[in-house]
């Protein structure tokens, strides 16, 4: 048995504090066990009544002459210590705290305590400050929400409990088929990651929603994500860059919490959902349906102009639609007027009637090159809405088809809203615009996708790195308490790793910032280190372009007397001569340590690109080569990776390799570095490689 069946799937619950007062929370749960027909003993629990609702009570959980799977507490919060220790020793295991009064404001003390207690009798704690927990396998309305929700095969687990009472009696107007409704409130034991793993392996559930507000284990939370191997939407709130302001790199400062949780969601193999509107629908899709296998959608439609935004929608959500070739259009012809059209959108025209539909759905049904098919309507008056329903329903019957997706986009008024209701009833996803029609049908392509990736995380880590070097060089600016590194010391970190940063050394006279050029080769760039001066440009504190050896004792010397007019006490180190490397794509690559994922790396093109349009990529470290491939690809700005006008492609895989590589460090290190920038790197042509030529690590607080 899962160590949380006594939670989501009890045979037996006890309400304690089950209340004689109408309205009240106790009184609306033992209400609602009653009213949903929960089949195992409900034991109310009330110290000064023998009855209530017509059921049996008990003075105390110990006196419940059977074993009890579950109790929801509804007993103020000075009384669930108490409560909690009576339930343990009567071999309670699921503790459904619903009382507030908690971490929430600010009594983690009483909070932990209650975990200990039940933990220390192996039991579990969901809440505590949650409205319930709703089963309707179980028939099990543990909560004080309305009603259990509308039957079906989404796990709703929400952080609010609110939402979850928002949302109870909408899936009844929606028909959005709930398996079990979960509110984890505090979170003080089980989380999200739990849960996952409980539905992922629940035979009644086909897809899991998540309303997210903060995880607390982002690893636990990824790794259930991957291992679910169940279709997953993530709906995240809160979602602004708060706090990015004051990080203390560039690479910080781009972070901002939903960026690091997108790709964190991506990572875990969950599906992104922009609100909830978005989180029904897509949850509604990949519930009902098999997955998109494939790229080649068609669209069914009797109207040009809901066609074309389909096919619009379809490209807007990554699965643009394809002309059908010239045997499945002959096919497709046979079901419409001339002034039809086979193409894709297949417009049957305004006129056809059920018939057309019949013959063009089971057309796409059975022909191979279709992947998953979009049946749109607008309501005329030649059709009814529900006639339509009823032939997509019976030519999906009658085809046997299980492994193509159909949702259904009928656009119009009462008679669609009404034809809708038939085809979710006959598990056939349905929305009334375009646009929600092909997200779902890209959420079933996306959750193909992770399917065929599965759990495996393809990261090798490199052996050709030296991470006792790299943690000598940490120490010893810990030793001087600094909490950065000097630009030599980083770029020697970074090597460390392999990343292929610009030759350079630090001189600490002229005569050695001659000698150190001569061995890098002309021209050289001179540049401060100092820890009193971070930003080296302001300060007067580089020179670039330095032909000869005259040209770097003069730029020596200058340097030194802006830096001293800059900060006359500054720390100088000496001057860093270093290779200039030749002009390329500039690009920048950094790490964030983040609060709830761990090291993060960030990916995107210098300049305006990074500065003005934020035009940047993160994933939680470390990564694969191909993941930073692909991290190259999603920016907006990778056609100028590609090479534009007449310029070649650049050398994707040496950047790939810095992605990586830098992954490695920041993971191997997790403990020492909060940030760091490669910024720029310069990125040449294809199997030229690129040269990291500025580098930036800023080290954690002990
Ligand atoms: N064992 C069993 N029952 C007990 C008890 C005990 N040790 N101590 C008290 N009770 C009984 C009371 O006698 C009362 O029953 P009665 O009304 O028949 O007399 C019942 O438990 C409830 O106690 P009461 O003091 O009336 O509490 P309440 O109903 O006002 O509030 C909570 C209890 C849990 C609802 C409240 O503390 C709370 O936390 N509310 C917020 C819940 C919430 O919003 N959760 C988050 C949603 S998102």
Redesign the pocket.
């Known amino acids: 048995m899962h160590e949380l069946e006594p939670i989501f799937n009890p045979r037996s619950i006890a309400v ?6 109408e309205g ?4 609306s749960v033992t209400k609602n066990l009653i009213d949903g027909k929960f089949p195992g003993p409900i034991y109310p ?5 023998p009855e ?1 609702l017509g059921l049996k009570a008990y ?3 110990g006196d419940v002459p059977e074993p009890v799977d579950a109790a929801v ?5 000075d ?2 210590l ?2 909690a220790r ?1 339930c343990a020793k009567a071999g309670v295991k699921g503790h459904i705290v ?4 908690f971490g929430e404001v600010g009594n983690k003390k009483d909070e932990e305590e209650l975990v200990r207690i039940a933990k220390a009798s192996g039991g579990r704690v969901i ?6 927990t709703m089963s309707n396998p179980a028939k099990a309305n543990a909560s ?1 929400a309305p009603v259990l929700p509308y039957n079906g095969q989404t796990a709703l687990i929400s952080q ?3 939402l ?2 928002a949302l109870d009696t909408v899936t009844y107007v929606r028909k959005f088929g709930v398996s079990a409704m979960i ?1 984890l ?1 505090n979170m003080a034991d089980v989380d999200f990651a739990d849960s996952i793993e409980y539905y992922a392996q629940d035979p009644n559930t086909t897809c899991i929603a998540l309303y997210i507000e903060g995880v607390k284990n982002g690893f636990k939370f990824m790794q259930a994500g991957r291992w679910a191997g169940k279709p997953i939407v993530a709906l995240k709130a809160g979602v602004s860059a708060h706090g990015a302001a004051a990080a203390a790199s560039h690479t910080g400062s781009l972070a901002g919490s939903v960026k690091v949780y997108q790709a964190a969601c991506n990572q875990a193999h969950m599906i992104w959902a922009t609100d909830l509107e978005d989180m029904l629908n897509k949850s509604q899709a990949l519930a009902m349906q098999p997955v998109l296998k494939g790229g080649n959608v068609v669209i069914i439609t009797n109207g040009g102009g809901i066609g074309v935004l389909g096919s619009d929608a379809a490209e807007r959500h990554g699965i643009p639609l394809q002309t059908a070739p010239a045997d499945v259009q002959a096919q497709f012809r046979k079901f419409m007027p001339d002034f039809g059209s086979p193409k894709n959108p297949v417009d049957i025209t305004g006129g056809s009637g059920v018939a057309g539909y019949e013959g063009a759905i089971e057309t796409a049904l059975k022909c191979p090159w279709v992947d998953g098919v979009g049946v749109f309507y607008c309501e005329t008056a030649v059709t009814k809405a529900t006639d339509i329903a009823n032939a997509v329903i019976t030519k999906l019957k009658e085809s046997g088809v299980k492994d193509k997706p159909v949702v259904c986009c009928f656009v119009g008024g009462a008679g669609s809203v009404e034809a809708g209701k038939v085809l979710l009833e006959a598990s056939i996803p349905y929305y009334d615009c375009p646009n929600k029609t092909m997200s779902a049908l890209a959420a079933l392509r996306q959750a193909a996708r992770f399917s065929e990736v599965g759990c495996r995380v393809d990261f090798e880590p490199y052996a050709d790195v030296d991470k006792k070097r790299a943690q000598a060089i940490i120490e010893l600016a810990r030793k001087a308490g600094r909490k950065a590194l000097t630009e030599p010391e980083a770029k020697t970190l970074f090597a460390c790793y392999g990343l292929p940063v610009t030759k350079s050394s630090l001189a600490t006279n002229e005569n050695e910032a001659v000698r150190y050029a001569q061995e890098i080769g002309y021209p050289v760039v001179l540049k401060i280190v100092s820890p009193d001066i971070l930003h080296k440009s302001d300060a007067g504190g580089v020179r670039v372009n330095l032909k000869d050896a005259e040209a770097v004792r003069i730029g020596f010397r200058t340097i030194m007397e802006n830096a001293k007019r800059y900060k006359a006490d500054a720390d100088i180190h000496g001057i860093l001569v270093c290779e200039m490397a030749p002009l390329g794509s500039e690009v920048i690559v950094g790490s964030v340590n983040d609060a709830t994922f761990g090291p993060t790396v960030m990916f995107g093109l210098g300049g305006v690109f990074v500065e003005v349009m934020k035009d940047v990529t993160f994933r939680v470290a470390p990564i694969s080569i191909d993941c930073a491939m692909a991290m190259q690809q999603e920016i907006k700005g990778y056609p100028m990776l590609q090479g534009v006008r007449g310029e070649k492609r650049r050398d994707q895989e040496a950047l790939a390799a810095v992605l990586s590589r830098l992954s490695q460090l920041v993971s191997d290190l997790d403990d020492d570095i909060a940030e760091t920038d490669a910024n720029p790197i310069l990125v040449y042509e294809e199997g030229k490689g690129c040269r990291v030529v500025d580098a930036r690590v800023i080290l954690k607080r002990r």
């Open positions: 304690i504090g089950a209340s004689r007062r009240s929370i106790g009184h629990i009330n110290p000064g009544s209530i003075p105390s959980i507490y509804c007993v103020p919060a009384k669930v108490d409560v009576q619903i009382t507030s009064g809440g505590p400050n949650i409205v319930g004080f609010s409990g609110a979850i009472i509110s409130g």
